[in-house]
């Protein structure tokens, strides 16, 4: 299976513009799997929840629904993204997994970063893996990194594959994620944004690096910078079947629940 992401700096609230520069840089591409970053075709920064909800589009439906599913077609594989979900009254910072047939998955995010809780609200749907050619995926985003809880969910569910789209500003996360594949003998992907936005007084700069990591913690490949970049890689996804860690140790079988919550 060829899995891979695409490091994309979008420009703030230019999702037509971002949709042609992905649209510039994406023919030729094959891939089973290609993951974006966190809010990829609108930036991160909001003023408030009203500009917010002038971008948020319902899942399934809208440009950039059409923009990812588009892609898929062109690669053949699936497209994993994030985007500002509506539904309702409520606005989600959510990801979707979208397939050449036009069916797609969603997850959102469980656990909001700093003024995040002032615009979005806080996810609503379970951890739960989901299969695409015969590999089963996890979907998380950015400070979900930080709680092993939905990593370890997910594996113990059977996924093979962590996919993390994120806006990471933090500088020790793409390492702590080595922690999450070895723990959870998992692949990982990390599609990260670079660059940096600005709206009135506040100014964020986001650390590009993205990296796909081995069940065993092998860095597959990885971006050494923030600029935008894709990176494929042939993986076996049945490798993240083997939890044996010695030949006396799987991390599954061995874990002493009578002892702990999770």
Not at 186 to 203: A, C, D, K, P, Q
Not at 221 to 232: L, T, V
Request: charged residues 25%; hydrophobic residues 40%; proline residues 4%.
């Amino acid at each position: 299976m060829r899995i891979g992401y695409f490091q994309f700096t979008p420009k703030r609230l230019d999702i037509e513009g971002n949709i042609r520069r992905i649209n510039e840089r994406i023919d030729g591409v094959k891939a089973d799997v290609l993951v974006f970053p966190e809010l990829f075709l609108t930036g991160y920064l909001f003023t408030d929840k009203t500009e917010l909800a002038r971008f948020a589009q319902k899942a399934g439906e809208g440009k950039i629904f059409d923009a990812m599913l588009s892609w898929a077609k062109k690669i053949n594989g699936m497209v994993i993204g994030g985007f500002p979900e509506i539904d309702g009254d409520k606005i989600y910072n959510s990801s979707m997994a979208v397939m050449p047939d036009g069916s797609y998955k969603l997850y959102r995010k469980l656990h909001l970063f700093n003024r995040e809780k002032l615009i979005f609200t806080p996810g609503n749907l379970k951890a739960e893996p989901f299969e695409f050619r015969g590999a089963k995926f996890g979907l998380m985003i950015c400070f979900d990194w930080i709680f092993p809880e939905i990593s370890r969910t997910l594996a113990l569910k059977g996924a093979q594959i962590l996919v993390y789209s994120s806006n990471l500003m933090l500088p020790l996360c793409q390492r702590a994620l080595f922690a999450r594949a070895v723990e959870n003998r998992t692949f990982v992907i990390l599609s990260n944004r670079g660059g940096s936005e600005t709206v009135g007084e506040l100014s964020l700069s986001f650390t590009g690096k993205s990296i796909i990591y081995a069940p065993d913690g092998t860095i597959l490949c990885n971006s050494e910078d923030d600029r935008d970049e894709i990176k494929i890689v042939e993986v076996n996804p049945d490798d993240a079947l083997d939890k044996n860690v010695t030949e006396r140790n799987d991390i599954f079988r061995d874990r002493r629940t009578q002892f702990y919550e999770l």
